[in-house]
């Protein structure tokens, strides 16, 4: 498969700015876009997304575009990387600009807040014309795939031409991609693990240690398991990079902002004193309300995501939260 010429991407937070410095490492043409103008003119002056990546070098390839028009005219590839809250907006916003020969991916992770709907489920209510789409997911932090360390990760899409395609983009001597057709497994892994690694945060900020971190980390899988079956996902794509091994980064890794967010919280922080700490978008904070909406429609049973749900907007504390759930009912584990 021929590696594409030229990619766009929206969203230059760390995210966005270290998948395109990876397409752009491979000397595909590489337009990134940002809401804020004036800090695309400061990253096209330093040549460096000086927020979030200070310390990576924009490759020759990659420039900063404001236009959005300009954009979709660079290239047939759309890579949307916009916290979950905006990505409904960012595909309106694209909409006039696009037509049937583009090709639309994304890398956000998470679900719409007021309708818990999944990602792909707004590009198919909101961009009729784009019948070739797919998302990008797996155990990736930004920081390490700019610095060019060994990576995985998964591309599902609708076809296989644009799996393989997209695959071919990514792929180089330290950077690994698999292909799949499972969009809601992949979708489903990347949510629902950002609020599981909340949990496992508060487990850690509270002291409690090892023990409790991997029984939630495993009876967090199960909760993945469960709606991904009701959701008609494949399980071995929830056991791949895009489920258990995104789960398991994002729960046991200080680089996760959801990890981050559970630690302050277990350590006595609010909510919105923590995410100010944060200083960036932490998607589990937004995706745990969704997700409940989700399970209570599959009729699927998610105690630690109901848990953080909780804490975060019923003002239960994290002490209290943990006795609830280890005080439930015995039942077999499976």
Not at 152 to 167: F, G, K, N, Q, Y
Request: glycine share 8%.
């Amino acid at each position: 498969m021929s590696r594409p010429e030229h990619f766009s991407v929206y969203g230059a937070g760390s995210w966005g700015t270290a998948l395109a410095i990876q397409l752009s490492r491979n000397g595909i043409s590489t337009r990134l876009w940002g809401h804020r103008s004036d800090r695309l003119d400061c990253y096209s002056r330093e040549r460096k997304n000086t927020d979030y990546l200070p310390d990576a070098d924009f490759p020759a390839s990659l420039h900063c575009e404001k236009d959005l028009s300009e954009l979709t005219q660079h290239s047939q590839y759309q890579l949307v990387v916009v916290p979950s809250h905006g990505f409904r907006d960012l595909l309106l916003a694209l909409k006039p600009h696009l037509n049937t020969k583009h090709k639309l991916l994304w890398a956000t992770k998470g679900l719409e807040l007021n309708s818990g709907k999944l990602l792909h489920q707004l590009v198919e209510e909101t961009l009729p014309q784009i019948t070739n789409y797919g998302l990008v997911s797996g155990p990736t932090f930004a920081a390490e795939v700019a610095k060019g360390l060994p990576t995985a990760m998964t591309v599902a899409a609708t076809s296989l031409s644009l799996a393989e395609e997209t695959a071919a983009a990514f792929q180089s001597d330290k950077y690994r991609v698999y292909t799949s057709d499972d969009i809601v497994g992949v979708e489903l892994g990347g949510a629902v693990k950002n609020v599981l690694a909340i949990a496992a945060g508060i487990a850690d900020g509270l002291g409690f240690g090892a023990n409790a971190r991997t029984a939630l980390i495993t009876r967090g899988f199960a909760e993945i398991i469960r709606l991904g079956q009701a959701m008609g996902a494949k399980s071995e794509t929830l056991m791949g990079l895009s489920g258990i091994g995104d789960l398991i980064l994002t729960c046991t890794d200080d680089q996760s902002r959801n990890r981050q967010l559970g630690l302050a919280l277990g350590a006595g922080k609010t909510l919105s004193q923590a995410v100010e700490d944060i200083g960036q978008a932490v998607e589990g904070a937004k995706t745990s309300q969704s997700i409940n909406q989700l399970a209570q429609r599959a009729g699927v049973e998610m105690p630690i995501c109901f848990a953080v749900h909780q804490i975060l907007y019923e003002n239960l504390s994290p002490n209290d939260a943990v006795e609830a759930l280890i005080s439930r009912r015995t039942k077999s584990e499976f």
